[in-house]
Nanobody, 121 residues
Framework: QAQLVESGGGLVQPGGSLRLSCEAS????????IGWFRQAPGKERERVSC????????YYADSVKGRFTISRDNAKNTVYLQMSNLKPEDTAVYYC??????????????WGKGALVTVSS
């Protein structure tokens, strides 16, 4: 059974850092592109970042470019999202997803249940 599990969420002050992890199991995740999405209360889900199967190609939303870094360790079936200089507007539930393309949520086949990130003083 394919499964994605996010971890590393929590409460952080503005300007702080967090690292989210997404561990895959039950399928060959190293063949998939892995994306991070987020959804804030009352807002639509937003594509944040995505990484190719090899890790050689990445995508970042303009809102996080220069502050977030996506990486993957295929030996551990894990994708990371390092978030720095966090802002209150980064507060959201963060989801990881696996699919055949980084074009958007419609291309994703598997989804995690999400991890809450709260940026507040």
């Amino acid at each position: 059974q394919a499964q994605l599990v996010e971890s590393g969420g929590g409460l952080v002050q503005p300007g702080g850092s967090l690292r989210l992890s997404c561990e895959a199991s039950g399928f060959s995740s190293d063949y998939y592109r892995i994306g991070w999405f987020r959804q804030a209360p009352g807002k639509e889900r937003e594509r944040v970042s995505c990484i190719s199967s090899s890790g050689g190609s990445t995508y970042y939303a303009d809102s996080v470019k220069g502050r977030f870094t996506i990486s993957r360790d295929n030996a551990k079936n894990t994708v990371y999202l390092q978030m720095s200089n966090l802002k209150p507007e980064d507060t959201a539930v963060y989801y990881c997803a696996a699919g055949g393309s980084c074009s958007g949520s419609i291309a994703m086949n598997y989804w995690g249940k999400g991890a809450l990130v709260t940026v507040s003083s």
